[in-house]
């Protein structure tokens, strides 16, 4: 499934009805009705529906959700926001059609709140991808109307008020459930305005699929995954599976480390290697499958041809000694994942990614990423599929940007957003855990953006069926996730 900016979904609007002659009111017909096939299983006939229309084609929507309601012998009454001039095109068409089916319409403030504040189900059809903020009165009045009453709301398309451009947001409506048509856009993953959407749906109209080809912005899903896991083989071996390096810990840190070989060892790995100081090793209580590498091998490019990734930085610590290590590993042709204090070591000449002739990965959160990009967190997080993108491609590195929705970006600025995980994973150690368990189908799945959107995923599905089955978002640690593994593991072997 794809998930596009306003301005691309627009673009496939048009796409559709000049190149595919499918005339925007026939959209506007099957939006309308796959919306009503969403909501008629929550209704019943004494519901007291109540559709907030506004100017453009997400008005044009509610029309014939209003309309279509209606002629099931629904009670509906339409809510018009804006005078009779201001509804025009296909919009105008289906207003045309609604008044001769005699659906009732309101137009005043005072009986507009009369109604909502009766409603059993406000169906907010404002303003979808057309809308530029900021808000206006008398429309700000509606939305403000819209979010004190105890009804649910379902937002066609997009709450109304939402916007990629947040600076711009004033009010906007907060949904119960929101019917996205289509595909998602990216407001619906983005931490300022994904809680406007509430649950979310998405609703076919019939555009055709070839036009999302040009879209490189990918929502990750289960068949994805199913489709590039590498399968387990008959008569593979611990070679098939690969080698894996972890280079981190210290004496102040050495859980994180850890953490990464289990998430490695439970990710399906043929060898895993952990590499520390000496006076780590005493702290370190390695799961029986992990081999220990002694620090001093760092300098040894023949040693380190036998890996096939490497992951560094994980607890490891920071001092000039370090530092020469990951310069030593930039050095190396390998694929290399950096993480945690790797970053921070990285982030002081991040020229040192030039020339690499083998896959980087890095693996930031928001503070980590502001601390590469000179982005401030709050920029980032308003931003964060466009300045992911642009930093991807300048460095040439694939990068995982950590979050609620975790945004996976190539070196050609082709994205992936992911959907699973829970609070459970806002703790220290999850990114250890992530770390291990991404280099290891590093080694496996391909293409290796695939590789990293599948670890991703994986991390979130183990504590997504952490919480359903034993634990709560309070009490999982990163160690319970871990054994959790198997169970994210099977939804793709059964
Ligand atoms: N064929 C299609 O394209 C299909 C589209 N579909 C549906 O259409 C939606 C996109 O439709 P859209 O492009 O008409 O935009 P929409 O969100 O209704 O708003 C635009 C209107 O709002 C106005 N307006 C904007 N900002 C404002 C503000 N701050 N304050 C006040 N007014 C403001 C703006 O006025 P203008 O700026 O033009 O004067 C214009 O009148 C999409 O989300 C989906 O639901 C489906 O039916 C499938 C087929
Ligand atoms: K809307």
């Known amino acids: 499934m794809k998930c596009l900016t306003s301005k691309e979904m627009t673009q496939i609007d048009l796409t559709a009805m000049k190149d595919y002659n499918m005339p925007g009111d026939m959209l506007m017909e099957n939006a309308g009705r796959s919306i009503v096939a969403q909501i008629e299983p929550d209704i019943v006939k004494r519901d007291q529906i109540v559709v907030v229309a506004g100017p453009g084609n997400n008005g044009g929507d509610g029309f014939v959700v209003a309309r279509e309601l209606y002629n099931r012998g629904y009670r509906v009454k339409l809510i018009q926001t804006v005078p009779n001039e201001k509804i025009t095109g296909d919009a105008n068409k289906h207003f045309t059609i609604l008044k001769k089916f005699g659906v009732p319409i309101v137009t005043s403030m005072s009986e507009a709140e009369h109604e909502l504040k009766s409603a059993t189900l406000v169906i907010d059809a404002l303003f979808g991808t057309g809308y530029v903020g900021p808000m206006h009165e008398p429309i700000q009045s509606y939305v403000d109307l819209m979010n004190q009453i105890l009804a649910p709301i379902y937002s066609i398309d997009v709450p109304s008020g939402v916007s990629e451009d947040v600076d711009s947001m004033t009010v906007a409506v907060k949904a119960t459930k929101t019917l996205i048509i289509e595909a998602p856009k990216v407001t619906a993953y983005i931490e300022t305005t994904a809680p406007y959407y509430g649950e979310k749906t998405i609703v076919s109209i019939g555009l055709p699929y070839a036009a999302f080809h040009s879209i490189s912005r990918t929502v990750w899903l289960a068949p994805q995954v199913q489709t590039s896991l590498m399968p387990r083989q008959q008569f593979g071996h611990k070679g098939t599976y690969g080698h894996v390096l ?109 020339g690499r002739n083998s ?6 959160h928001p503070k980590e990423f502001a601390m590469l990009s000179g982005h401030s967190v709050a920029a980032i997080k308003v931003n964060p599929f466009s300045v992911t993108k642009s930093f991807a491609k300048k460095h040439g590195v694939f990068l995982i940007l950590k979050g609620a929705n975790t945004i996976i970006t190539s070196p050609r600025g082709e994205q992936i957003v992911n959907t699973t995980g829970n609070s459970g994973l806002s703790k220290g150690g999850s990114g250890d855990l992530l770390s291990g368990i991404c280099s290891v189908r590093m080694m496996q799945d391909k293409p290796l953006l695939s590789s990293l959107a599948n670890g991703v995923f994986l991390h979130g599905a183990a504590c997504d069926f952490a919480i359903k089955q034993a634990y709560t978002p309070y009490d999982v640690t990163p160690t319970d996730v871990a054994g959790m593994l198997g169970e994210a593991f099977r939804t793709f072997i059964e």
């Open 246 to 354: 972890l280079v981190g810990g210290n004496v102040a840190m050495p859980g994180a480390v850890q953490l990464s070989a289990l998430g490695a060892v439970k990710s399906g790995a043929g060898l895993v290697s952990v590499m520390t100081d000496e006076a780590t090793w005493p702290y370190l209580q390695l799961p029986y499958e992990v081999m220990r590498t002694s620090v001093d091998y760092i300098m040894n490019k023949d040693f380190l041809s036998k890996y096939q990734v490497i992951a560094f930085g994980m607890g490891l610590g920071i001092d000039d000694q370090k530092e020469r290590m990951l310069h030593q590993l930039l050095e190396q042709d390998v694929p290399l994942l950096i993480d945690a204090d790797g970053l921070t070591l990285l982030g002081r000449d991040l020229r040192r990614l030039e």
């Open 359 to 364: 896959p980087t990965v890095l693996t930031p």
